[in-house]
């Protein structure tokens, strides 16, 4: 069960997602992604490949749900109340400095989206056999209010200088997450050896009460698919109400 009385913290969750189901997920993630990243139909899509994240064409792929259709309930709880996941994904594929997201709150991400979350929580699932010598997240430690950020190139925006005296990040196993809060800061970092070639998912997650009409969602405890109208729940593929 996650805290919701804070919106700045960070936890390294051990173990979160079966690493057989999330390296089917890679080969698939290998198997198509030249071709995915190739189909830039919008200009923000351009923008987001510039930065090693990804187009629209890539983010849509139902299979990147696929380490969460069968969880336990276990890790169901551990990720309450924030069971419902955002669709699609954030997918990145991170290969230059220029790939290095600036330090930031997701809150000033969220807030410059088409329609906006009151709150969302992230969990970041590294992609490398071992993210612990791979591009990674820093995070500063603390309390935080929503901070100011500053136009910021393609990444849109960040904290301005270098604000965090102190700082952490976590050694991080195949199938292991990162869940942090939107007000936590954070930053992408390079592998300890300096290198920069990282895959990775971001999932956006909230508390279904909190949620947004007419939006995409992949539930947790269904394991699939809703969406609400009109506040009526809707279930979408192989749903079990
Ligand atoms: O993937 C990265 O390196 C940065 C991700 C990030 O900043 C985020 O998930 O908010």
Request: hydrophobic share 40%.
């Amino acid at each position: 069960m996650l805290k919701t009385g804070t919106r700045a913290f960070v936890h390294h969750m051990t173990t979160l997602l079966d690493p057989t189901v999330l390296a089917d997920v890679v080969r698939h993630f290998d198997a198509v992604e030249t071709e995915r990243q190739a189909q830039v139909v919008q200009d923000h899509e351009a923008g987001r490949v510039r930065i090693g994240a990804s187009t629209d064409a890539f983010r849509q792929d139902p299979r990147w749900y696929d380490p969460w259709r069968a969880i336990s309930p276990e890790t169901i709880d551990r990720m309450r109340p924030y069971t419902w996941l955002l669709y699609p994904v954030m997918v990145r594929h991170i290969t230059a400095a220029g790939h290095l997201v600036p330090w930031h709150q997701d809150i000033a991400y969220v807030r410059r989206m088409a329609r906006v979350h009151q709150r969302v929580i992230t969990c970041f699932v590294p992609l490398e056999p071992n993210p612990a010598q791979a591009a990674s997240l820093e995070f500063a430690t603390g309390d935080f209010p929503a901070l100011d950020h500053v136009p910021w190139d393609d990444h849109g925006v960040g904290i301005a200088g270098a604000p965090f005296p102190h700082t952490i990040h976590f050694p991080l196993a195949f199938g292991d997450a990162l869940v942090f809060g939107d007000h936590t800061p954070h930053r992408t970092i390079p592998a300890p050896d300096g290198s920069i070639d990282r895959r990775s998912f971001e999932y956006r997650a909230v508390i279904p009460a909190e949620a947004l009409d007419d939006k995409d969602y992949f539930d947790l405890e269904r394991g699939c698919m809703v969406r609400r109208t009109a506040g009526r729940l809707a279930f979408q593929e192989m749903c079990t109400p």
